[in-house]
């Protein structure tokens, strides 16, 4: 049986989902009402029965850290740890310069095991997967490296690296973020294969790969930009098609779901995903849970029965801890301890914990970072031209408020 790392990258700033990460790392981004987004790839990983992880950290990660802690120890488990790696400047006095650097200033954790192969993943995308399946198939083909992909929008390539295989599914091509002009999908113009960021490396071959890569003063020290332009004309890269993944529970129609949440916009839309009637992502999977740490926290309570003011949710995720009281909350996620009072009206927002919306406030189309108090009567998302005075507005017209904000 092979003896496989898995190493998690989770030190990004994740500069465009400011001011979400204004006071946290992006993987420690709230998500769904109940999770951070570390916790998708760590409940991936463990649902695959990976249960040896270095979860690695650098910008803002005290949130993260604490994540960690409260939700993801293994006690009594032999072989088995989640372990938060902090950027040590194992090899100078600096901080992580890529995706590869990260994984280079930290190959004594590679190389003080006996390990076969080395998994690398992004602590930051939302989705399911079986990790083992993809295992399997760089076992099978007898890759040196194997890189998850799916086929995307064309006009998302300009964030995601593109992809281009052989009939064997052995890479042949590859841009990382093109300005313009991304390989499209062979008989598919509107579509490109891109990768999902999730590599499963032969570890002689990683090693090797990043004793070269920190030589030359050129590279980036990039996984999309350096190590696999670099590898895939010289050793067996193939491409895993992430769309063949088989997961326990989930329906046909929701295979394939990936997100990387580059935007305020693709956050916001992540989040609606889950709540429609029929969710393009769907949370309810008890045969392949996602796992987080659980507050000390009472059920959710919805109040008044009186006609004029009936605490209901329609087609939303309501967190523990959370009061609806004589309001409406509509397409909608809340985080915990979230009180909506009377005569308020909630509609295609996330709103994440400890919030308190004022009595008759309307709200829509907003994001609520934590810890803010919106006053009596506050109305936000209905008039974006004046919201945007004093409110950052995102592209598609979402309005985000900062934690720790007081609105009258």
């Given amino acids: 049986m ?34 951070r987004l570390i916790d998708f790839i760590l409940s ?16 803002k990660s005290h949130s993260l850290l604490r994540h960690l802690r409260q939700g993801w120890r293994f006690s009594g488990v032999a072989n088995a740890f989640i ?16 995706t590869a650097d990260a994984i280079y200033q930290n190959l004594n954790l590679v190389e003080g095991d006996d390990y076969d192969m080395v998994c ?6 939302i989705y399911y997967m079986d990790i083992n399946q993809m295992i399997d198939y760089h076992n099978q083909q007898e890759a040196a490296l194997t890189v998850a992909a799916l086929k995307v929008p064309v006009q998302e390539a300009r964030n995601l690296g593109v992809i281009e295989v052989n009939k064997n599914w052995e ?40 004793n070269a890569d920190t030589k030359d003063k050129k590279s980036s020290h990039d996984f999309g930009m350096d190590i696999i332009p670099n590898l895939y004309a010289k050793e067996k890269v193939c491409v895993y098609d992430f769309s063949r993944n088989e997961v326990p529970g989930i329906e046909e129609k929701n295979k394939g779901y990936w997100k990387n949440l ?19 992502f769907n949370l309810y999977n008890y045969k392949w849970p996602i796992m987080t740490h659980k507050p000390s926290t009472p059920p959710a309570k919805f109040v008044h029965s009186e006609e004029s003011r009936t605490g209901h949710a329609i087609n939303s995720i309501v967190a523990s801890g959370s009061i609806i009281s004589g309001s409406v909350v509509e397409d909608s996620v809340l985080g915990h301890w979230v009180r909506v009072n009377s005569f308020s009206r909630i509609t295609e927002s996330v709103i ?17 970072d934590k810890k803010v108090r919106i006053g009596p009567g506050v109305i936000i998302g209905e008039d974006l031209e004046e919201d945007r005075k004093r409110f950052h507005i995102t592209e598609n017209g979402v309005v985000v408020i900062p934690k720790g904000s007081h609105i009258e």
């Avoid at 496989?4 to 709230?30: D, F, H, N, Q």
């Avoid at 991936?44 to 910008?59: A, D, G, K, P």
Wanted: charge should be positive; proline fraction near 7%.
């Fill in 352 to 368: 994440l914990d400890n919030v308190d919306i004022g009595r008759g406030s309307r709200i829509r189309k907003t994001i609520i």
């Fill in 44 to 59: 991936n990983c463990v649902n695959s029965n990976l249960m040896r992880i270095y979860v690695l950290t650098q910008f």
């Fill in 83 to 98: 372990d938060p790696v902090p950027a040590q400047m194992r090899t100078g006095k600096r901080w992580y310069e890529g």
């Fill in 120 to 125: 690398i993943f992004s602590g930051e995308h």
């Fill in 262 to 280: 580059n935007s305020l916009d693709m956050y916001w839309e992540a989040n609606m995903d889950l709540v429609k009637e029929q969710p393009m």
């Fill in 171 to 210: 890479m042949v091509g590859f841009q990382q973020k093109p300005k313009r002009n991304p390989k499209t999908i062979p008989g598919d113009p509107k579509h490109v294969l891109a990768s999902m960021g999730n590599y499963v490396f032969n570890t002689e071959t990683l090693v090797k790969s990043l």
């Fill in 2 to 35: 092979s003896k496989i790392l898995s190493m998690v990258l989770a030190g990004g700033e994740g500069t465009p989902l400011y001011p979400l990460t204004e006071t946290r790392a992006k993987a420690s981004v709230p998500f769904g009402g109940s999770y």
